[in-house]
């Protein structure tokens, strides 16, 4: 990956995040009663995953490790090589797995699901946001 493909996908991290605190104030009544806000939010977290994706794959060829053919085996594979821990990438699995959802079968997605990702979930992008942006500065 490139530095300046690392930086644009860092900032999408952080200006999505930005995004989607001023969302997360949303009481769940609310939120779940605006369509327009659920797509805005389901756009975003499937942004801040893609992101996230792009650069885990970027640390598994730095790595030399075993690549995966989908975003789910990505972050099994920097796990199991103890890049991060099992408790992150068992929630970016689950990240991925909502990204999956929304993407490919987005009217099975719930305005509820939406908002347990929205409240719930975010800390693990910064997680591993913070560790992605560490490895892949050291090795520029």
């Not at 990956?1 to 009481?27: G, V, Y």
């Not at 794959?57 to 730095?62: D, V």
Request: glycine share 2%; hydrophobic share 45%; aromatic share 8%.
């Amino acid at each position: 990956m490139t530095r300046e493909s690392m930086e644009k996908h860092l900032w999408l991290i952080d200006a999505n995040l930005r995004e989607l605190a001023a969302k997360k104030a949303l009481p769940e009544n609310q939120f779940c009663a605006d369509t327009t806000v659920q797509s805005a939010v389901v756009n975003w977290v499937v942004q801040l995953v893609e992101s996230c994706s792009k650069m885990a794959i970027a640390i598994i060829n730095l790595r030399r490790l075993k690549p995966s053919e989908t975003y789910r085996g990505v972050f099994a594979a920097l796990g199991r090589s103890g890049v991060i821990t099992p408790e992150l990438q068992s929630r970016m699995e689950a990240l991925v797995a909502f990204r999956n959802a929304a993407v490919h079968i987005y009217w099975d997605v719930t305005p509820r699901e939406i908002y347990h990702i929205l409240q719930n979930d975010l800390g693990a992008i910064e997680e591993f946001a913070r560790i992605a942006k560490t490895i892949l500065v050291e090795s520029q």
